[in-house]
């Protein structure tokens, strides 16, 4: 295995959307935006630990204003949007490869099973449109943003 993993973009929001061709597909209040990378190489492993990584964290604020409380703890819900430009390699030239991040027929699975790994946790999740042209709404809370890797 490479040195690519899968990778979650993280994001705690007030409020976040998904609209694709015009129409609202995904929508959560308080919790977190989830822009999900898969490679090639990974697995069901890796979406459970990502998706066990990010049930845990702890990121909201507690009574005295220090992030100490997990996503259970505030009641709150995730907006996962599978996203392969994460794996965008701009090192070179002005256009990015994306040759790391996996293809279709891979990495669609894999977030579905991220998504039902967090379901079945317990959690309220909102998704985007697999492969489609999303627009994303994020209202950032903090602002807080954090990349979790396996």
Request: hydrophobic share 45%; glycine share 10%.
């Amino acid at each position: 295995r490479g040195p690519f993993l899968m990778r979650a973009l993280l994001q705690r929001v007030t409020r976040a959307s998904v609209t694709v061709d015009g129409q609202v597909v995904g929508r959560i209040g308080h919790g977190f935006v989830v822009l999900l990378g898969i490679t090639q190489a990974d697995t069901r492993a890796e979406a459970e630990w990502v998706a066990a990584k990010i049930a845990g964290l702890r990121v909201f604020d507690d009574d005295a204003g220090k992030m100490n409380l997990s996503l259970a703890d505030v009641g709150g819900a995730l907006l996962v949007v599978s996203q392969f430009t994460l794996y965008g390699d701009a090192r070179k030239g002005r256009r990015p490869s994306f040759s790391d991040a996996a293809a279709p027929e891979h990495a669609e699975p894999l977030v579905d099973w991220f998504v039902d790994c967090l379901r079945r946790a317990g959690f309220t999740v909102a998704t985007g449109v697999f492969g489609a042209h999303m627009e994303v709404a994020i209202h950032n809370d903090g602002p807080v943003t954090l990349l979790v890797e396996k």
